[in-house]
């Protein structure tokens, strides 16, 4: 069972920036698509960017597209979400998960992705 750890969250101004994190443990890190996504004070879980087992394809949210950029190092078994420009519509505590079906890309539903890690906060002030 696969472990993921998010980190690198925090307090930012609007208009600032943050990186966070996501490690995970095991060996076929490389074979499976991440995403992240997040769930802001009182809603519901939300997409925000997913990246393919080698990072040659990348899908983001509407809402972050051309601010948030989703990478990902295989070596280190780590996914990264680079966030530019915050606003405070983008606070929220940030989860990274993997996608159950390996090699699968494309769907942006949480029920497709498992193994959830415990979530970094992000709390941007205005």
């Known amino acids: 069972q696969v472990q993921l750890v998010e980190s690198g969250g925090g307090l930012v101004q609007a208009g600032g920036s943050l990186r966070l994190s996501c490690a995970a443990s095991?060996?076929?890190?490389?074979?499976?698509?991440m995403g992240w996504f997040r769930q802001p004070p009182g809603k519901e879980r939300e997409f925000v960017a997913i990246i393919s087992p080698k990072g040659g394809r990348t899908r983001y949210a509407d809402s972050v597209k051309g601010r948030f950029t989703i990478s990902r190092d295989n070596a280190k078994n780590t996914v990264y979400l680079q966030m530019n420009s915050l606003n405070s519509e983008d606070t929220a505590d940030y989860y990274c998960?993997?996608?159950?079906?390996?090699?699968?890309?494309?769907?942006?539903?949480?029920?497709?992705?498992?193994?959830w890690g415990q979530g970094t906060q992000v709390t941007v002030s205005s």
């Open positions: 998960g993997r996608r159950l079906a390996s090699g699968s890309f494309g769907s942006t539903l949480e029920v497709d992705f498992g193994s």
């Open positions: 095991g060996r076929t890190f490389s074979s499976y698509s």
